[in-house]
């Protein structure tokens, strides 16, 4: 597995003996198509900025259909079982 991380950040300046504290966030996002993945990423970006902006306080989030919950639901058995032969 190859994992790539970059992180572009603006000039600081820390004296000696100064702290700086840096928040990072890893966004995933994957859609039917490329730009539909980078609208979603875009979504989620939003909704972490305004999380950091809250203090990490409660944020609505109001997407379509995210309320709605499964009437039903069924369990197959996995075929072939890779634990039993």
Do not use: H
Request: without cysteine; proline residues 8%; charged residues 10%.
């Amino acid at each position: 597995m190859i994992l790539s991380f970059l992180i572009s950040s603006g000039p600081a300046n820390v004296n000696p003996g100064d702290t700086q504290t840096i928040i990072v966030a890893q966004l995933v996002a994957r859609g039917a198509n490329n730009l539909q993945s980078i609208t979603s990423l875009k979504s989620g970006s939003s909704l972490i900025r305004n999380l950091f902006e809250n203090n990490f306080g409660t944020v609505s989030i109001n997407e379509p259909g995210a309320s709605r919950l499964p009437v039903r639901y069924k369990l197959y058995q996995n075929y072939p079982n890779p634990l039993i032969p």
